[in-house]
Nanobody, 120 residues
Framework: QVQLVESGGGLVQAGDSLILSCAAS?????MGWFRQAPGKEREFVSG???????DYAASVKGRFTISRDNAKNTLFLQMNSLKPEDTAIYYC?????????????????WGQGTQVTVSS
């Protein structure tokens, strides 16, 4: 099974930028980012196929950019114009699906999560 390790979280101010990274032990077909705020369900943020097709949640579209380096099996999430409501634990996930799915159950490998806190 693919092992995933996230890095890059931290404490920033509203309007700042942050880049998350996720190192994968294998070559997942599709990878994604989810996030979970306190007291809320884990929600889809963005996903990308090995071929570069992407999808975003409406709440982050235009502010976040997902990318991957297939040669290094690394996933990235560039987060710009961060808002306090972006505060959450961000999880990297991998899926055998050939298309991006925004459903948690479509992903079968998960990282341990990295905390992102945006202060107002």
């Amino acid at each position: 099974q693919v092992q995933l390790v996230e890095s890059g979280g931290g404490l920033v101010q509203a309007g700042d930028s942050l880049i998350l990274s996720c190192a994968a032990s294998g070559r997942p077909f599709t990878m994604g980012w989810f996030r979970q705020a306190p007291g809320k369900e884990r929600e889809f943020v963005s996903g990308i196929t090995r071929g570069g097709n992407t999808d975003y949640a409406a709440s982050v579209k235009g502010r976040f950019t997902i990318s991957r380096d297939n040669a290094k099996n690394t996933l990235f999430l560039q987060m710009n114009s961060l808002k306090p409501e972006d505060t959450a634990i961000y999880y990297c996930a991998a899926s055998k699906s050939l298309t991006v799915r925004n459903i948690r159950g479509s992903y079968d490998a998960w990282g341990q999560g990295t905390q992102v806190t945006v202060s107002s």
